[in-house]
């Protein structure tokens, strides 16, 4: 069965150092998306990718965050210079169609934890 | 701005119980509501997807119901095992946003 998969599973790194998250949505899936959920905490939207371009963002998706599509198959999450609060577990999600439309199912990856120290 | 929870937080069961999962919206403009499963550590699976126009959905031993005017939805589960043991989220899909998470219900179900 396809799915999202994501990498590192787990990343320790130093505040103000850069992160980059990786995930490969499922193949024939056009939307993209990352969410996050800091320990015992709801999950959060930060943004959504279409068309190699954000189509929406919330908040907390500043401009320490940047998002990417470098080739046919990967999406990335780039954190530039992490701080304590983004200590959280980082998961990348996709869809084949937009949300509003009758199938917009989203499927998550397992996720991406990331320890800011 | 769309508000989503979920009662109970909690819920511990004997194997084999029926029981229901509730989650709760604030605004009635949605799409369509997911329900999830999250093992500890792990990501969301997605269960069941409901569409706006739709009342019900099953899958297996899960059904979800949707009362979009009043703003609820249910998960219930049948003949409770304890592999059933995760964290239940929902998640509305308001017009004009992105999904919106609901906290959990977290179940045990002991054997």
């Known amino acids: 069965e396809p799915e999202v998969t994501q990498t590192p599973s787990h990343q320790v790194t130093q505040m103000g150092q850069e992160v980059i998250l990786r995930c490969v949505p499922i193949?024939?899936?056009?939307?993209f998306y990352w969410y996050r959920q800091i320990l015992g905490q709801k999950v959060e939207f930060l943004v959504s990718?279409?068309?190699?371009?954000?189509?929406?963002k919330s908040e907390i998706f500043d401009d320490q965050f940047s998002v990417e599509r470098p080739d046919g198959s990967n999406f990335t999450l780039k954190i530039r210079s992490t701080k304590l609060e983004d200590s959280a577990m980082y998961f990348c999600?996709?869809?084949?169609?937009?949300?509003?439309?009758?199938?917009?199912?989203?499927?998550f990856g397992e996720g991406s934890r990331l320890t800011v120290l | 701005k769309q508000e989503v929870t979920q009662i109970p937080a909690a819920l511990s069961v004997p194997e084999g119980e029926n029981l229901v999962l509730n989650c709760s919206f604030t605004?009635?403009?949605?799409?369509?509501l997911q329900w999830f499963r999250q093992d500890p550590g792990k990501g969301l699976t997605s269960l069941l997807l409901?569409?706006?126009?739709?009342r019900e959905q099953t899958s297996g031993r899960l059904n979800a119901s949707l009362d979009k005017s009043s703003g609820r939805s249910t998960l219930y589960i049948a003949a409770s095992q304890p592999g059933d043991s995760a964290t239940y989220l929902c998640?509305?899909?308001?017009?004009?946003?992105?999904?919106?998470f609901g906290p959990g219900t977290r179940l045990s179900v002991l054997p």
């Open positions: 999600a996709s869809s084949a169609t937009g949300l509003a439309a009758l199938t917009g199912e989203l499927f």
């Open positions: 193949s024939n899936h056009l939307y």
């Open positions: 990718f279409y068309n190699n371009e954000i189509s929406e």
């Open positions: 605004d009635s403009a949605i799409y369509n």
């Open positions: 409901i569409q706006s126009s739709q």
């Open positions: 998640a509305v899909r308001p017009h004009g946003q992105n999904f919106v």
